[in-house]
């Protein structure tokens, strides 16, 4: 009797305590939801605001839409390329150790996405040059 005693007496805290848990983690969550949304406000003022940051920089709106998109390919296009180069070495020295027509193909994809970072990180800045110096 006393050992049944003692487990549901084990078990009515056990449970009173994961319901309190639940209860704080259910007041932390709604003050941390809180919180993110107005950050993820900030966040967006931020973007609009960066946006008409480079249409004052370039006193247009189409160059400075423009130079905007470019600058996020930039930022995007580095962890994407990366991903890539790594996809194509794994084809060439992994998996090209034994099938050659792998290890063509990953030296093409190793190709390719090394010409796609380049040709990504230099467009922001030969459209920044066109603009300042091609328009007159």
Excluded: W
Excluded at 38 to 63: M, P, V
């Amino acid at each position: 009797m006393k050992k049944v005693a003692i487990i549901s007496l084990l078990m009515i805290i056990i449970m009173t305590v994961f319901s309190l848990t639940n209860k704080v983690q259910a007041v932390e969550n709604s003050l941390l939801s809180n919180e993110v949304e107005g950050k993820l406000i900030e966040i967006k003022k931020d973007e609009t605001k960066s946006i008409e940051d480079y249409k004052q920089k370039y006193n247009s709106d189409a160059y400075g839409v423009t130079a905007y998109i470019l600058n996020i390919i930039r930022i995007y296009s580095i962890p994407f390329c990366f991903l890539g180069i790594a996809i194509g070495a794994i084809h060439q020295y992994v998996i090209g150790i034994r099938k050659l027509d792998t290890l063509e193909k990953g030296m093409g994809l190793i190709v390719t996405f090394i010409t796609v970072l380049v040709i990504c990180q230099v467009l922001p800045l030969a459209f920044a040059v066109f603009v300042k110096f091609g328009r007159g």
